[in-house]
């Protein structure tokens, strides 16, 4: 009974001394959160204060803090590289189309120019052909009222296809009467032209 009664008291002073401990340890565990609770305060009311200025080595961190990894910009630089090299390409390319442009329009004005070129000298040629087949066909005229024996001098002295030409124009007894005054060489010269002339013309 007395062991049973001095166990009574010692489990009592056990209870109340875990009781003090966990007091003491609430109370801890309050004052540090206190404590946290108030510096993050005061960070906050610093960071809202205006007029504070962050000190140089705060500011260097934070802009460290929010550059880009080594890698990141690396692959940044060779994106803008590229779209560098991109842009580059594409202004060379609409310079080369700009001047094909111009170099096409060129063409096309030197071609018209060359056309209207040509056609003014088949122009000329043709009114040319025609003066020359005018003066011609006049002269054989004038040769063909000549009196035979005058014709015939001036056919004396002329080259034989100049003279040919003519014969082959005229009137085939103004151009006997011419041939028959010629001497014989120049009749045989004459003659053998005409020949020639006539010997590749169809005979249907």
Do not use: W
Not at 8 to 35: D, E, F, H, N, Y
Not at 40 to 55: K, L
Not at 98 to 122: F, G, N
Not at 132 to 147: C, F, N, P, Q, W
């Amino acid at each position: 009974m007395a062991a049973r009664g001095t166990d009574a008291p010692r489990r009592k002073r056990s209870r109340a001394g875990r009781g003090t401990l966990i007091v003491i340890a609430g109370l801890l565990v309050a004052s540090a959160m206190l404590r946290m609770g108030g510096d993050a305060g005061q960070v906050f009311a610093r960071a809202a204060a205006p007029g504070d200025v962050t000190p140089p080595d705060a500011a260097e961190r934070e802009a460290r803090s929010c550059e880009p990894p080594e890698e990141m910009r690396a692959v940044l630089k060779a994106f803008q590289a590229r779209e560098a090299r991109i842009e580059a390409r594409e202004t060379a390319i609409t310079d080369r189309l700009q001047a094909l442009k111009l170099a096409d329009r060129e063409v096309a004005r030197k071609l018209a120019l060359l056309e209207q070129a040509e056609e003014d000298l088949r122009a000329m040629i043709a009114l040319a052909d025609g003066a020359a087949e005018g003066d011609i066909a006049r002269l054989t005229k004038v040769y063909e009222s000549m009196k035979p024996k005058d014709a015939a001098a001036l056919f004396e002295e002329m080259n034989a296809d100049f003279a040919a030409g003519f014969l082959g124009r005229m009137r085939p007894e103004a151009a006997a009467g011419i041939m028959a005054g010629l001497s014989p060489d120049a009749a045989h010269r004459f003659s053998v032209v005409l020949a020639g002339r006539n010997a590749g013309a169809p005979t249907e």
